[in-house]
């Protein structure tokens, strides 16, 4: 039996983001994930998450600069400081949310360059984050996607 989780970022978008788990509830969902909640305290979210009786399926790292286009850092070499503070961020969110997924974001590459140097980064930085999640009983995801969809 599949269980299915209501995208927050997506869905109930007539009301405001901490609404919506009521919205998502309210519909028989027993799940739900979003994109990004760092712009919400924890603290909140964990008691909407409560209050509802839901399940925190996932979220994602922090993507670097969304509104420029960044979509990750994972991959890119010169980021792994900034990387490394998304994942302990992501980290404090999962602890007060009891979310046991994150998702890491590799981040688009520039054009032209060499994809070794960023294919090295990139699992270096998963290998380092696999190991600090295990300790918190948090499984990381990847996500492949499309050159088509996502150039980069």
């Avoid at 405001?16 to 009521?22: I, K, N, S």
């Avoid at 979220?59 to 400081?81: I, Q, T, V």
């Avoid at 290998?127 to 499984?139: D, I």
Wanted: charged letters at 25%; glycine letters at 8%; aromatic letters at 10%.
């Amino acid at each position: 039996m599949p269980k299915l989780a209501a995208n927050l970022s997506m869905m109930f978008q007539e009301v405001p983001f901490l609404d919506r788990f009521a919205a998502a509830a309210a519909c028989g969902f027993t799940g739900v994930e979003y994109l990004f909640p760092y712009e919400f305290p924890a603290d909140e979210i964990a008691v909407r998450l409560e209050r509802h009786r839901l399940t925190q399926a996932l979220f994602n790292l922090p993507p670097g600069d969304w509104a420029k286009g960044e979509r990750g850092m994972a991959a890119l070499p010169g980021r792994e400081s900034e990387f490394t503070a998304g994942l302990e961020r992501a980290l404090d969110y999962a602890r007060a949310t009891k979310c046991r997924r994150l998702h890491i974001m590799a981040g688009l590459w520039p054009e032209g360059r060499d994809r070794r140097e960023g294919n090295a980064t990139y699992v270096a930085n998963l290998r380092r984050a696999a190991e600090r999640a295990a300790g918190q009983g948090v499984t990381l995801v990847i996500v492949p996607i499309n050159t088509r969809d996502m150039p980069g």
